[in-house]
Each structure stands twice: as structure tokens, then as C-alpha cells.
């Protein structure tokens, strides 16, 4: 009888090494290393870098603007708001790091903006950001709101509380120029080091985290800048026009096609070694039967072409639900599929977020 024990205890200890054997990322060969250094060194440093020498131009077309209010310099703060916006969406799939004790994105980008809460911060000479309440009226959409709405010249020069709203624009300036400035150092800082030496597939690598984001900032890509605005997960299904990114400026849609085409670049890491080429290394080796990178950039492209098909201003096709809208929508979801259950399955990486869109 313990011979007997023994045998099925060896034979079981057998299947499940061999289970194991079957799911091991390293049957496939791949550097997850250079795959690291590549995002890090290549796309996440410079990106920020980027944004962070865009918010400083910001910072300083406002000073500008603020010291002389003109046609020819609150036209020049307003390119350098929209040239910030442009930069953040290179950086938005990056939310790891100190990116997240930061709260970097809600601080800098959650819209739509609540423009007659930021008024009556405005009326009561209330600055103060800092709240868990504030993340509505800062950031680029509040920036948006203020620069780009209604007599913007009038407001800042001759209105009654053309003091408290000229501080209260250099006041939200300088938190974007500040988040970042600091995010950037963070990264130049050490962690871009440690990112890029941090390989595995579990919860706290770094394969993780890209995957992890890379799928929050494309949901956030259709469901805010597309989804929500069309009323998908409301009840009534009415549209919201003025809930789209941008609705001041009427940016929207360069922003979204920005997003779009910087997370297509990100899954395949640019110039170098990216999620796609990962994917790539496992039909190569026959590990699955299906070529994942081709079949996404394939919707990205199906994607793009749909975007083309629109036209400003993009909170004219939200208000009709128009059908180029509503075919970009099922266009962009049919994506999610392929980026959030088919790839992190390829990858053996697990997905640690929920939303409540259903997807």
C-alpha cells in the first residue's frame, strides 16, 4: 500500500511539473530585459522629458500672458496648453512609479472640468488645490476652461474678479509644471534603472505594470474620450458633448487620435523591442497558434482609418451619435479584447484592475 502511495504521489508530482512546464515564459526565447530598457531608455524617459520642458513653456507663456493680457499672447499661451496636452498623451500609459503616490493622473487630466465650481473658487479667492475634491478643477482641462471659454480677454482684464482668476490660472500652472518636473526626476533619478532590471510576470514587475496601464489608458482612451460622452454607460443614453477631452479648444479629436497612435507605438516599442515583439516570440516558436501583434496592429489600424472619417469639431458627432462615431466606438472596443484577455494570456501576466464598463 505505501509503494502503491508513493506511485501516485511521484505520478502527480509528475503532471504538475509537466502543467508547469507548459505556461514557463522562458520555453520562449526573449530578453524581457531589453524589452525594459528599451521602454524605459527609449519611450518613458524622453516622453516625459518632453512634457515636462512643454509644462515649463506653459508655465512661462502664462507669466507672459499674465504680465502684458493681449490677442498676440493669450494666443501663444493657448498653443503651449494645446503643445502640453500633445505631450501628455505620449506619457498617459505611464502611470507606475511615483506616477501613482503623485496621483499624476486625475491631477493633471480628469475631465470634464467642473467649470462653475472652479468659478466659484474664483468668486471666493479659494487656491487651495489640494483637496481630494480639487481634481475636477485643475489640471489641463481647468486650463482649458480658463484660456479658451467664453471673452477670455475681457475676463482676465477688465471682470470684477480678474485678480482671483489671474491667480488662480497661475496657481493650477504652476502644479502642472511642478507634477511634472518631479516626475521626470523621479525617473532620471534612479528608477529607470530599477524599471528596466525589474523582469518576471508578477503583480510587481514591470512587464506588469506596461501591461497593466498600457490597458487602463487605452479603456480611458474609449470609454472618456468616446464612451462616456456618447452616453454608453448612462442611463438615460443621452449624449454629453461637452464631456470630451479638450471641449474648449476643440482639440478633441487631435488628442484622441494622439492617444491612439502613441499607445499603437508603445505595444510595438517604437524603434525598438516592444509588447508586440513578445507576442511575436511565441507564435514565432509555435507556442500559439495565432499572430496577436499582427491581429492588433491590425484593429489599429481599423481604428486609425475610423478617426480619419472624422472631423472637427468632434463634439458635433458626439451630440448626433452620428455613425462614424458609434462605428469608432465598436471599433475601439473589439480591442479591448484582444489587449486586456488575449495578450496578458499570451504573456502569463494577470490583469489587477477592474473597471465596470463590462469589458
Known sequence: MNKINLFLALLFCTILYSCDDSTDTMSVEFSQIEMLKNYSDNLIVP???A???????????????????????????????????????????????????????????????KFSEIESKIAAGDFNLGSISSFNVKGLPALDYLLNSGSTLDLFTTDANQANRR??????????????????????????????????????????????EY????????????????????????????????YYSQETLSLLKSNVESLRSIFNGGDGIGLADYL??????????????????????????????CSDSFSDHIEAKDETVETLYTEMSKLVVMIKSEMPSVLSVKITYQDSDGD
Do not use: H
Not at 280 to 307: M, P, R
Open 51 to 113: 512634457y515636462s520642458e512643454s509644462a515649463i513653456e506653459l508655465e512661462t507663456a502664462t507669466e507672459s500672458f499674465l504680465a502684458d493680457a493681449n490677442d498676440e499672447t493669450l494666443s501663444n499661451v493657448r498653443g503651449k496648453l494645446n503643445d502640453t496636452y500633445q505631450k501628455w498623451s505620449k506619457v498617459n500609459a505611464f502611470q507606475y512609479g511615483d506616477a501613482l503616490s503623485m496621483n499624476l493622473l486625475v491631477n493633471t487630466n480628469s475631465f470634464p472640468t
Open 167 to 212: 491667480q488662480y490660472l497661475k496657481t493650477v500652472v504652476e502644479a502642472v509644471k511642478n507634477d511634472a518636473d518631479a516626475i521626470y526626476n523621479s525617473w532620471t533619478s534612479g528608477y529607470a534603472t530599477e524599471f528596466a532590471a525589474n523582469e518576471g510576470i508578477d503583480p510587481s514587475s514591470s512587464i506588469s505594470y506596461i501591461v497593466n
Open 215 to 246: 490597458n487602463k489608458a487605452y479603456e480611458r482612451c474609449k470609454n472618456q474620450r468616446v464612451g462616456y460622452a456618447l452616453g454608453k454607460n448612462s442611463i438615460s443614453g443621452n449624449s454629453s458633448p461637452m464631456s470630451v477631452e479638450s
Open 47 to 49: 516622453a516625459f522629458k
Open 280 to 309: 511575436k516570440a511565441y507564435y514565432t516558436a509555435g507556442a500559439v497558434e495565432e499572430d496577436l501583434s499582427e491581429k492588433i496592429n491590425n484593429q489599429f489600424d481599423v481604428i486609425l482609418a475610423q478617426l480619419d472619417k
